[in-house]
């Protein structure tokens, strides 16, 4: 969503750069840019005013002039101020001392209050808590079915002793289902009440008696972000009529210019608490300011990416392959099948990408990731023997054709994969040995990705004289290949043909001139860390 306010901001910090001291036309000149920039993502006007007004104040302060790096420093200023207008710290959910807490959602008809319900409650029972939806929407067609097939996906029961569509007291089934989830020993209660298409005085009060009679711990206004500036005047009737303690965005996922989120905190002082950033059921994430604020500045979001890595890996898998790899018994293609399907369960290998600190320059390549690559190499292994998954090297070239036919793939990708495993092994084989993992420069050309593979590992043996790095280690199970490896490391050894940097992995580069400490990494992250 946030895209195109990201790619603004980092062209205009890009002009500070290099620049020993910022004279007052440098700094106005930045502020103009951000006050555009903040304008087109559709921010409320009073919010981009307070906003600029006080970056361009701590930009002209003794806290820029006595910098050593002033440009870094207006980032650094930029960056304090967007956490602020996001809501500055973290506000996490508050529970009752005596359960049920109690948990009221409120917002506009289509803003996804009813799709949200069942990820909240999702979202707290894989914390441990035991949540019980209520159908409190009973004026909207099909809501209380729509509520109902979300807490079956969600593992969570729904209390809906109306049938909905214009029929039931909603008063009466928020507040009978208090004592409901007493009895059944649910610590949460989430209520979804119903909305309208616009502000009107039934919604208002209907909203406000169902408040009345449970007396919720939290309310939640619910919002769509992409509705820009029409959020502020909602937020701000809700505000009035329902008095809500925090906000969700919904539909953070978006293609439209993120005004809602940078607005609505600011303009009602209530935090952002959650954001729903997809479809699936696990799309759905605490909202951290500062993390938000990082992710606009291209500044990355690695604490995110570590914390679905932790929730996603199993603990015992990653310590097990550890273990198999210091040991020196190999990474083979069933380890690898397996560190694919977790990956994959961390959700989306674009957003993951996006996440990564400096990819802003390289959103294009990502956009054009394809995500069915991983679908074509599971295929690939699945259709090897578990012999074959064993031992890589067994494979010749009528193996790799039967392979290739049932996986429906071309040989060539069969070919491509095999390149890339034996990269990978090599780094897993360096990382056994205690040397860390090699350093990984630049962005990597990842399977899926235009320019990826064979096609690109050519392309780069053609510029680098058509010679390929190593010798005995990682022959091909091909023979003719296998034969011109031989003959291309034979003249190595005599001298006379130049050495090729990176590998077929991704354009990783695997030498031994730079390595990364993997003590850098959180205690027990990937299995590796000590």
Request: with cysteine; proline share 4%.
């Given at each position: ?152 996906r969600a593992g969570v029961p729904v209390y809906a002793p109306q049938p909905g569509n214009g029929v039931g007291d909603p008063v009466a089934v928020a507040k009978d289902s208090i004592e409901e989830a007493r009895q059944k020993l649910h610590d949460v209660v989430i209520v979804d009440t119903a909305g309208r298409l616009g502000i009107d005085q039934e919604l208002m009060q209907q909203a406000a008696d169902i408040r009345a009679a449970v007396n919720p711990d939290e309310v939640l206004f619910v919002i ?307």
């Open positions: 969503m946030f895209n195109s306010l990201s790619d603004r901001l980092t062209a205009t910090f890009r002009n500070l750069r290099g620049k020993g001291r910022l004279t007052e036309a440098d700094v106005d000149a930045t502020i103009r840019e951000i006050r555009r920039a903040l304008l087109d993502a559709d921010v409320a006007l009073s919010v981009v005013r307070s906003f600029t007004g006080r970056v361009r104040e701590r930009a002209l302060s003794e806290e820029v002039s006595q910098a050593l790096n002033p440009g870094q420093q207006v980032v650094k200023i930029v960056g304090d101020e967007l956490k602020g207008i996001l809501g500055g710290q973290t506000r996490r959910l508050e529970f009752a001392k005596k359960p049920p807490t109690v948990i009221m959602l409120a917002g506009l008809q289509g803003a996804g209050k009813t799709t949200l319900a069942g990820k909240l409650a999702h979202w707290l029972r894989t914390e441990g808590h035991r949540p019980m939806l209520v159908a409190c929407d009973l004026q909207r067609p099909n809501a209380v079915n729509q509520l109902e097939v979300m807490g079956s769509d972000a992409m509705i820009g500036q029409d959020a502020v005047q909602t937020a701000e009737a809700f505000l009035e009529g329902v008095d809500f303690t925090g906000v969700v965005l919904s539909k953070l996922d978006g293609d439209s210019r993120g005004g809602a989120a940078l607005s609505v905190a600011e303009v009602t002082g209530k935090p952002i608490m959650f954001a729903s950033t997809g479809e699936g059921l696990k799309d759905f994430e605490q909202f951290h300011p500062d993390r938000m604020a990082d992710r606009i500045l291209d500044m990355g979001d690695i604490m995110t990416l570590i914390e679905q890595a932790e929730r996603t890996f199993d603990k015992k898998e990653a310590e097990k392959l550890a273990k198999k790899v210091e040991s020196g018994g190999g990474f083979d293609l069933e380890d690898f099948l397996k560190q694919i399907g977790a990956i994959r369960k961390m959700g989306s290998m674009k957003k993951m990408l996006g996440m990564i600190p400096g990819m802003a320059q390289h959103r294009q390549l990502i956009e054009q990731f394809d995500e069915r690559e991983f679908d074509r190499i599971e295929a690939i292994i699945r259709s090897m023997t578990p012999a074959e998954r064993a031992n890589p090297k067994i494979l010749n070239g009528s193996r790799r054709a039967r392979i290739a036919r049932g996986a429906g793939v071309e040989v060539s990708r069969v070919n491509q994969l095999m390149e890339q495993f034996a990269a990978m092994q090599k780094m897993m084989k360096q990382m056994g040995g205690g040397r860390g993992m090699p350093s990984m420069p630049g962005m990597p050309a990842m399977p899926g990705m235009p320019g990826a593979g064979a096609g690109a590992g050519r392309k780069q043996r053609r510029k680098s004289g058509g010679k390929k790095k190593g010798s005995g280690a990682g022959k091909s199970g091909n023979p003719a290949k296998r034969a011109q490896q031989e003959r291309e490391a034979q003249l190595r050894r005599e001298g006379k043909a130049p050495s090729q940097q990176g590998a077929a992995f991704g354009g990783i580069d695997l030498g031994d001139d730079e390595e990364f400490d993997l003590s850098k990494l959180p205690k027990g992250f990937g299995g590796f860390s000590k």
